[in-house]
Structure formats: structure tokens, C-alpha cells
């Protein structure tokens, strides 16, 4: 799964009303909720593929067990 990250802000129109104003802010609040849920996820299940994983199979590709939660949060 892609995540897509903004790192530019768009200006805020200097004509808009209040009300569009408090849009554009729940429709962010919104999106950054959902992104949230979503990296959640994939750290999840990653959490959950390489705990099932065994011993010699970390070893192959390159990991210890005691590795998985410092991978995992890197996520």
C-alpha cells in the first residue's frame, strides 16, 4: 500500500468564508485521520508477518526477532 505525504501547504484563499474555511480544516483533520488509521495498519501487519515468522527465516533475511519492534516502528 503507497502512502501519499504532502509536504507543501496550499495558501488560504483570502476571499473564502468562514465556513469554507472550517471545510477545508475537518476535510484535513479528516484525511490526516484516515492516514493515521492506514499506517496503523501496515505496521500491524507487518508486526504480525514477522512474529510469524521463524527463527531461521528472520535469519535469512537478515533479522532477529528482538529486531521486529524497531523495524515495525520505523514504518
Known sequence: MATVTF???LPVNPTATYAERI????G????SAI???????LR????IALEGCSDATLE???LARCDISGIV???
Open 7 to 9: 509536504t507543501e501547504t
Open 35 to 41: 492516514e493515521a488509521i492506514e499506517n496503523y495498519k
Open 73 to 75: 516502528s520505523k514504518i
Open 23 to 26: 471545510g477545508f480544516a475537518l
Open 28 to 31: 484535513n483533520l479528516f484525511v
Open 60 to 62: 535469512d533475511i537478515g
Open 44 to 47: 500491524r501487519e507487518t508486526l
